[in-house]
């Protein structure tokens, strides 16, 4: 019997993407009041979970925009550690990406809610027929990036 490389041995469905965070208050100030998420569920938790320290204390917030959830993690007990990816290159996951029609106010908007503009990241400035976009940090400096794909251009 021959497998078939085309057809997946399971199926899967989008579900969500999880952030830990330093302060819940900024990061929903940031994520819904900036980037439009809306809450849809929050859960407070005071067991133990897999791979964190005991004791373990934490809420956890579902956001969701467009159909992408976020799920922040916001841990009273042990507390948070180590820091974000500040490289694209770096192992896991760099960014989150949303569309704007204008990146450059997007991003400014962002600014004021609690977000940092990532010097030297925006593209395609000079030319408005270029992919367009520009990096922001989170409150926590997750990476967020605002782009804009011109008409007529692959995506």
Request: hydrophobic share 35%; net charge negative; with cysteine.
């Amino acid at each position: 019997m021959t497998e078939n490389v085309d057809t997946p041995a399971h199926t899967y469905r989008t579900s969500h993407v999880g952030l830990c965070v330093s302060d819940l208050a900024k990061s929903l100030r940031f994520y819904c009041e900036g980037l439009g998420f809306t809450k849809v569920m929050e859960y407070d938790i005071d067991e133990q979970i897999p791979e964190v320290d005991a004791p373990c204390s934490l809420t956890s917030t579902f956001l969701e925009k467009d159909g992408m959830r976020v799920e922040l993690l916001s841990y009273r007990q042990p507390g948070v550690i180590g820091t974000p990816p500040t490289r694209r290159n770096h192992l896991g996951m760099t960014h989150l990406s949303f569309f704007s029609e204008d990146i450059d106010g997007a991003a400014q908007a962002l600014c004021g809610f609690g977000g940092a503009l990532i010097p030297d990241t925006r593209v395609g400035a000079d030319d408005p027929t270029a992919a367009q976009f520009v990096f922001v940090a989170d409150p926590d400096g997750n990476r967020v990036e605002i782009m804009h794909i011109p008409a007529g251009t692959p995506w």
